[in-house]
């Protein structure tokens, strides 16, 4: 399939989250960069150009959906990168909500591996990138 080896940007503001994360993302072969906050995430697009973020919606001074309007405005190919959002809140207008700002997907939290790693998949898949 080709995603394994992918840089995954990890934007999760809880520590215990961005550590389960990384060691699902690292055992289903992928690279993970981490942020702990949005502001941290741009600089992490800047140095590490991600293949696909997952961004936690509900984090202190900037949410998930401001951090991705604002990586959106980026220029270059920054701002096309892909973002799933990572949330309890996944009901259908939220995930609307989520899509509408720029998110081209949604993973549930708590998350079951396989939903996330299912989401992975499709997006970085050729000719999937919006089937997240």
């Avoid at 998930?64 to 990586?71: D, E, K, P, S």
């Avoid at 259908?92 to 989401?119: C, F, H, Q, S, T």
Wanted: hydrophobic share 50%.
């Amino acid at each position: 399939m080709g995603v394994q080896n992918k840089l995954i940007l990890v934007v999760e503001d809880e520590p215990a989250i961005r550590e389960m994360l990384r060691f699902a993302l690292t055992r289903a072969e992928f690279r993970v960069a981490e942020a702990g906050s949005a502001q941290d995430a741009r600089l992490q697009i800047a140095e590490q150009r991600p293949d696909l973020i997952l961004m936690d919606i509900k984090m202190p001074r900037m949410d998930g959906v401001a951090a991705t309007r604002a990586i959106r405005a980026l220029a270059g190919p920054a701002g096309k990168t892909p973002i799933i959002a990572l949330t309890a809140n996944a009901d259908p207008e939220d995930a609307a909500g989520y899509i509408a700002a720029g998110m081209i997907g949604v993973v549930e939290k708590p998350m079951k591996p396989e939903n996330l790693l299912r989401a992975l998949q499709q997006a970085l898949s050729p000719g999937d990138a919006q089937a997240a």
